[in-house]
Structure formats: structure tokens, C-alpha cells
């Protein structure tokens, strides 16, 4: 959130989903008075530079002047499991806006390591599956269960709540474990305090703990037609994870094609207290 030109990066595949992102960063661009989106398409050897670079020029020259925004072209050579957050770095991008076919789609883009891309930057991607259904994100869920968090996930829903004046929907698991019932308990009051210092609007919604607590956030966030979900990835995530599918996983790959926004915890600031 540092970069005064904003600039938003969009992993470019040249499919429709690509173009939904697109259509996605023009909605934060013009929030946000970016002043750049970055378009990136990773080749795998240097031979495939000039036709890509052609390919993804004459996208950007499509669209250059929308929100009077540059639209900038940028092919490398590398991995999608890096070079992704090597540029967002590079570049100070604010945000990685990304499109997906959901868990079918993106392992298409990443293979069964979807959420190793993701996890590779150290600033948010948003995760779309469609074009945007509106201009305002009016309704987002927040979720809050017992696990530790950081000060980002809080400082993005500021930056959300800044530019798009949104109402977020604080959802809880419910669980009859009193250590885990303690510790949510004390994100709850933590958040709350943070957002009331904010002036920022929210409720408090415990699911009904029949289902896992990804399933019943994406059944919540489907019931209240939310434009956005935001939630944190899981810090130092394991091969399992990738493997198997974390619950970020599902959330982002979610049915209902609801955008995601990830955060990625960042070691600076893992000891901002507060929460477990």
C-alpha cells in the first residue's frame, strides 16, 4: 500500500479469465487512482519472447487509455511459482489481480500447486473466476476463527473499507472447544476494536458449525450475495497442504465464483499483538 502509482499486476494466460481480472483491476484501479496495470506472461524459454510480447502488446494497446490508465506488457522467462511474485516485488505492485476456472481452472494455470503461487508474494492477490457483476464491493466476509493472525488482514480491510466504503461481515466458527472458544473470542474483540477505530461498518455472524468452516463461510458469503471474501493464508504452509488442498484452497476455488482476496502473512508482521 506504499506505491503512490498503485500499480496493479495481472498474471496474463491469454484465456477469457485473464480478461476477467482485467475487467476486475479497472474496478480497484479507478478506486484506488492507480496509475498502471502491469500485464505479465511467463514464457519458458527465450524463443517464445518476441511472438508472446507481440501477443500481449497489442492486449495492452487494446485497452490503454480505460480509467486513463497504462497498461504495460511484460513477459519473462521463469516459473509461475516465483516470477509471479518476483515482478509484484519488482514493480511494488499493490495488488496481484488473478483469474481462474476455479480449483479446475487454476490447476490449469499452476498445476495442483495453485496456492504455492499465491503464497510466493508478499503483497495480496484477488482471485476471480468471472467478469464483475458490480462496480461497488457493498458486502464482504471476513472470517475469524482461533488461529493467529497479523496486523496485514486488518490493514487491507482499512484500504478496502477507504475506497469502496464496504460493510464486512464477520463470520465465526462455532465450536464447543473452550481453548479454540477463548482465542476466537479474542480476535473477535481485537478486530472489533480495530474497525470501530476505523469507523468501519461490519456484523457478527456465527456459522452453525454443521460443515467445515471453509464450506459454511462460502455457503454465508453465497446466502448474502457478498462481492468479495478475505481471508489470510496459512502462515509457513506445508507440502500437505499444497497436496491436499488447505482451506484457502477451496475458499478460492469456491462454486459460487465469489472474488477472494488472499493475504499473505509477512514476517515483520507476525508480532503485532492482539490476536492468536
Known amino acids: 500500500m506504499g506505491n503512490k502509482d498503485h500499480i496493479i499486476l ?8 485473464a480478461e476477467y481480472a482485467l475487467r476486475h483491476a479497472f474496478k480497484f484501479a479507478e478506486k484506488a487512482k492507480s496509475k498502471k496495470i502491469v500485464l505479465l506472461h511467463i514464457i519458458k524459454s527465450d ?32 516459473s509461475i511459482f516465483t516470477t509471479i511474485g518476483e515482478v509484484a516485488s519488482e514493480i511494488e505492485s499493490e495488488l496481484v489481480v488473478m483469474g481462474t476456472h476455479g480449483l479446475r481452472g487454476m490447476q490449469k494455470l499452476t498445476g495442483s500447486w495453485a496456492l504455492k503461487v499465491i503464497v510466493s508474494s508478499k503483497v495480496p492477490f484477488v482471485v476471480v473466476q468471472e467478469t464483475p457483476k458490480e462496480d461497488e464491493l457493498k458486502n464482504i466476509v471476513f472470517p475469524i476463527d482461533f ?5 496485514e488482514k486488518l490493514n487491507w480491510a482499512s484500504y478496502l473499507h477507504s475506497h469502496f466504503n464496504t460493510k464486512f461481515h464477520l ?18 474483540i481485537f478486530t472489533r476494536n480495530f474497525m470501530d477505530s476505523k469507523g468501519i461498518d461490519y456484523e457478527i455472524n456465527t456459522l452453525e458449525g454443521k460443515k467445515s468452516f471453509a464450506v459454511e463461510t462460502i455457503d454465508y458469503a453465497k446466502n448474502i450475495e457478498a462481492d468479495l471474501i478475505l481471508i489470510i493464508s496459512t502462515k509457513n ?9 488447505a482451506s484457502e484452497q477451496y475458499i478460492i476455488a469456491n462454486s459460487a465464483r465469489i472474488p477472494v482476496m488472499v493475504v499473505n502473512p509477512r514476517e515483520n508482521l507476525t508480532k503485532f499483538g492482539g490476536f492468536y
Not at 147 to 151: F, Y
Not at 237 to 245: N, T
Open 237 to 245: 504452509i506445508g507440502i500437505a497442504d499444497y497436496v491436499l488442498g
Open 10 to 17: 495481472i498474471p496474463w494466460d491469454f484465456t477469457p479469465v
Open 47 to 78: 524463443k517464445e519472447h518476441d511472438v508472446a510480447f507481440n501477443q500481449l502488446s497489442k492486449i495492452a494497446n487494446d485497452f490503454k487509455g480505460v480509467h486513463k490508465l497504462e497498461i504495460e506488457p511484460n513477459v519473462r522467462k521463469g
Open 171 to 188: 463470520v465465526k466458527p462455532n465450536t464447543t472447544d473452550v481453548g479454540f472458544i477463548k482465542k476466537i473470542k479474542a480476535n473477535i
Open 147 to 151: 488461529k493467529k493472525e497479523n496486523k
